[in-house]
Nanobody
């Protein structure tokens, strides 16, 4: 059984940084992603990564501020969030889907409907 455990959320002021972590238990290769959901809004994609940082996707709202990375030895995916804004406030979820693809377009696979496994979520609150 695949389990995802997120950590690293918290309360920060605008302009500050946070790093989220998602540890994956279970064997196999996965495409990993970070998604977020604010109160009253649908879950939206933030960033996804396949095998390395050359295969990534970022939502336009976070591009240039957030960086996704993974440590395969630790089975962990990270989301470094810099220059945080109040509109980044949300519950952040880690998602995963088995990587069975020969070729994949990250923009298409980075969708919450495509993910098969989810973490419990971690709250990120950015005050103005």
């Amino acid at each position: 059984e695949v389990q995802l455990v997120e950590s690293g959320g918290g309360l920060v002021q605008a302009g500050e940084s946070l790093r989220l972590s998602c540890e994956v238990s279970g064997s196999g290769l996965y495409i990993m992603g970070w998604f977020r959901q604010a109160p009253g809004k649908e879950r939206e994609r933030v960033s996804c990564i396949r095998r390395n940082t050359e295969n990534t996707f970022y939502a336009a709202s976070v591009k240039g501020r957030f960086t996704i990375s993974r440590d395969s030895a630790k089975n962990t995916v990270y989301l470094q969030m810099n220059a945080l804004k109040p509109e980044d406030t949300a519950v952040y979820y880690c998602g995963a889907v088995r990587d069975t693809y020969a070729i994949v377009t990250m923009e298409f696979i980075c969708d919450h409907h495509a993910m098969d496994y989810w973490g419990q979520g971690t709250q990120v609150t950015v005050s103005s």
